[in-house]
């Protein structure tokens, strides 16, 4: 199915290429195991929050047995255990999941529903961010090897890497929010996203994936400058601007698409954090509010989006990869 | 005669050149010591360690002694509060140290829990290899895809807030990554002419693993164990930042962080947890760092 192209232009993803190239019985197989995959997320999260000792209920007064039967029975908790499990399956494959315990009038997918577009807004952003911000700065060091600004470079990438967000979080806010006033320093109205009010939210989940790209991208163009085609470009005389960017910048840039998968975890792990420090109205902050209030199934219901998600761009990015590289095989 | 005599001695002196000659880890010691970084970090990993460990026995102030007096001090040399009381007049420095002990504590014990279980589920696959290798591995892939510190999280809303858990639970997600290196090099290591030999003589696959196979393993996995180290730590810190993880009057420095974050006109209250935990992951990340330089020099 792969095929390595001989002539000498840097290889181009033409549309009837890459259709061409597109592995569709790999990519069936890869959706095949992505579904044990979600299987098994969501059992086990049914049967830890089954697990629970006591019932969402034990906290408030005391109901009259009657009433807490009915409700019991609402909730279908007087089922045995497996029709149960059965339902929750069924329902949340048509994106049902549950009522939420606190929010008395709303379901789990409406509380998702209302978080989504800010978490998605924020984690895209960042991504963005993070891609041209963190490519852009690994060239640069891969290109000036062992020199101050490589040095620099891959310094900071290290700070980013250790510094955590809910470090960052806090003192961005405080020194560009309260401080200087350059942005807000918190806080958002739903649908009034603006530069202002995400700039430093943005910023602060972008930092750790600005370095971890950074130093993926450096090491793989590293490699890919002393490789033979970047040689032979050059001995057919090329210019040093167009080896960079049509031949070694593409080339170089594929394990970022690997990357996406854990980029997507890091991300959804940060978002938790900055909804938090900034006050945003995200899916990360009905999640621990679920978490501090154990509403169960609202921490369910997120932890199978997240887990979805995260799946969904594992698989994105496996096949993505398989056809930018004619190199990968499948058997 | 007179010809090999000298010969004699020549290749006497080459055997004993090889003799004293210096071991594949000799010169990763050498390569680590020149990284001047990583053995600045092994100093100031040690002075941390050492603080957190002797530090809380020594100071003048109890962790969890309340000054009602003395509430949201600055740091200031009177009554020894050199960083300063919180909002409930406890002395900083001191819960300072009971935190990072307890965020380096959590980090040993998980990397712990980790590494026994990525090493041994790693070696089995890798030295078994065939149908058992591929099963294990695709478990491995399975897990792999799901959001761990979510599950961390569901488990301590589950099971209710217990430190211990947080070590097991935060320790049983991480091996993965452990898994899979360990068994790419039982892979390689399977192959080799020592372990043909093992076989041939009889060993018994198990200790063929224990004996042979895992003591082999080692610099891939010091490597690994001081790169799990900041990640480790930096999960609990996660987990007590939003109020899942350790419970007051016991501290961990996410959880200093999360109270200097609630007060920010107290600045010293963010900083100084904010600053220990920083330097301690950039020096665990620097030597582990280092380490692979120095054991795996080939992409210097």
């Known amino acids: 199915m792969a095929q390595r192209n001989l002539d000498d232009k840097p290889r181009k993803s033409s549309l009837p290429g890459v259709i061409s190239r597109f592995p569709a019985a790999y990519a069936a197989g890869r959706l095949l195991l992505s579904i044990p995959t979600m299987l098994a997320i969501i059992t086990l999260a049914f049967f830890l929050m089954r697990a629970a000792p006591g019932n969402p209920y034990s906290m408030e007064r005391k109901l009259s047995p009657e009433v807490e039967a009915n409700i019991r029975a609402s909730l279908g908790l007087d089922k045995p255990l497996i029709e149960q499990y059965g339902d929750y399956l069924l329902n949340a494959v048509q994106g049902d999941l549950g009522p939420s315990m606190r929010n008395k009038d709303k379901s789990v997918s409406e509380l998702i529903a209302e978080g989504l577009p800010v978490s998605l807004t924020i984690g895209a952003c960042a991504m963005g961010l993070a891609l041209a911000i963190g490519g852009g700065l690994g060239v640069v060091a891969a290109l000036r090897q062992n020199s101050a600004a490589d040095y620099s470079v891959m310094g900071l990438a290290m700070a980013g890497i250790s510094i955590p967000t809910f470090v960052t979080g806090p003192i961005l806010s405080l020194v560009f929010g309260v401080w200087l006033g350059w942005f807000a320093a918190g806080g958002l109205d739903l649908g009034r996203m603006s530069f202002y009010t995400i700039f430093l939210p943005v910023l602060t989940l972008a930092l750790p994936q600005i370095a971890i790209v950074s130093r993926l991208m450096r090491a793989s163009m590293i490699e890919v400058l002393r490789s033979n085609f970047v040689r032979t470009a050059r001995a057919k005389g090329l210019s040093e601007a167009r080896i960079l960017w049509r031949h070694a910048a593409p080339a170089a840039a594929l394990p970022l698409v690997s990357y996406i998968g854990p980029a997507t975890a890091g991300l959804l792990t940060g978002s938790v954090v900055i909804e938090r420090v900034f006050g945003l109205p995200g899916v990360g902050q009905y999640f621990i509010d679920g978490a501090i209030n154990r509403d169960y199934p609202l921490v369910m219901g997120v932890v199978i989006l997240y887990a979805g998600l995260i799946v969904a761009f594992n698989l994105i990015a496996d096949i993505a990869y398989g056809i930018l590289d004619p190199k990968v095989s499948y058997e | ?300």
């Not at chain 2, 819960?95 to 965020?103: E, I, T």
Request: charge should be neutral; proline fraction near 4%; aromatic fraction near 8%.
């Open chain 2, 1 to 300: 005669m007179n010809v090999t005599a000298p010969d004699l001695g020549g290749s006497r002196a080459m055997s004993r050149a090889a003799e004293e000659g210096r071991s594949l880890w000799d010169d990763a010691r050498a390569r680590l010591m020149r990284n001047k970084a990583a053995v600045t970090s092994v100093w100031l990993l040690g002075g941390l360690v050492i603080i957190a460990v002797f530090g809380p026995m020594v100071w003048p102030h109890n962790y969890d002694a309340i000054y009602r007096d003395r509430v949201a001090i600055s740091p200031t040399f009177e009554n020894f509060h050199i960083l300063g009381t919180d909002m409930l007049g406890r002395d900083l420095a001191v819960r300072l140290m009971v935190g990072l002990r307890v965020s380096l504590a959590v980090g040993v014990i998980a990397t712990c829990v980790s590494l026994v279980i990525g090493v041994a589920w790693g070696a089995t696959a890798g030295y078994l290899g065939g149908r058992v290798d591929q099963i294990m591995m695709r478990i491995v892939d399975v897990i792999y895809a799901m959001p761990f510190i979510f599950f961390v999280i569901l488990l301590t809303v589950v099971f209710g807030q217990n430190i211990f858990l947080i070590f097991l639970a935060i320790g049983a997600v991480e091996w993965l990554t452990m898994a899979r290196i360990v068994r790419g090099q039982t892979l390689t290591l399977r192959q080799r002419e020592f372990v043909e030999a093992a076989r041939a003589s009889g060993v018994p696959p198990v200790k063929i693993v224990t004996r042979h196979i895992v003591p082999n393993l080692l610099g891939p996995v010091a490597v690994y164990v001081t790169l799990t180290l900041p990640v480790v730590i930096l999960a609990e810190s996660f987990l007590s930042f939003l109020g899942l993880g350790v419970n007051e009057p016991l501290t961990s420095l996410g959880l200093l962080i999360s109270e200097g974050r609630e007060n920010m006109s107290k600045l010293w209250l963010l900083l100084a947890p904010a600053l220990t935990m920083v330097s301690a992951l950039l020096a665990l990340n620097f030597i582990g760092d280092g380490l692979r330089d120095a054991i795996d020099p080939r992409d210097r």
